[in-house]
């Protein structure tokens, strides 16, 4: 990886993958399936959303146009907030390290200025434009959500994490 704006941006978006899985580490299944805000959403649903949600989809589908998992995609009625009842906690981390992974292995040889290969008619409008703004984007959401997970996790059980200056 010879870009040093690709390598400077998977750093922090590894970064944020680390701070994710990071803060959570020491709960057990309940209090990661437990909701603690109305909306009802749970920590592992929060870690599995952004496997599918963000790495899988921005970075497989979108980025790279991986056929079967745009088809996976369309065809799916699964809620990615709501893992199934039966996956377990390392499961669920498990899935969002093998994203990460993944969407890596494309990452490292990926042109920033590429357009994305597949582009999902449910947005409308709306779009970005190439690679950079595509992990610009699950930056920003993975960011977002480990900020709801320090949140979170205070809630839980007063943890608070260091953020070293």
Not at 12 to 32: F, M, P, W
Not at 51 to 65: H, I, S, Y
Not at 100 to 126: H, I, K, Q, R, Y
Not at 155 to 164: A, C, K, S
């Amino acid at each position: 990886m010879a870009d040093t704006e690709l390598t400077t941006l998977l750093g922090v978006l590894n970064s944020k993958r680390e701070h994710v899985l990071g803060i959570l580490e020491g709960l057990d299944e309940e209090a990661l399936r437990r909701p603690v805000l109305p909306s009802g959403w749970t920590c592992l649903g929060l870690v599995h959303h952004l496997a599918l949600d963000d790495e899988k989809f921005w970075f497989r589908a979108v980025a790279a146009g991986e056929q079967a998992v745009i088809e996976e995609i369309l065809g799916s009625g699964e809620n990615a907030w709501q893992p199934a009842p039966e996956k377990t906690a390392e499961e669920v981390f498990a899935l969002y390290r093998k994203e990460a992974e993944l969407a890596d292995t494309f990452l490292a040889g990926a042109d920033l200025e590429a357009a994305p290969s597949w582009w999902p008619d449910f947005f409308g409008n709306w779009r970005l434009d190439n690679l950079r703004e595509v992990i610009l984007h699950v930056i920003t959401e993975t960011a977002t959500h480990a900020g709801h997970l320090d949140a979170v996790r205070e809630l839980i059980d007063g943890r608070q994490r260091l953020v070293l200056t």
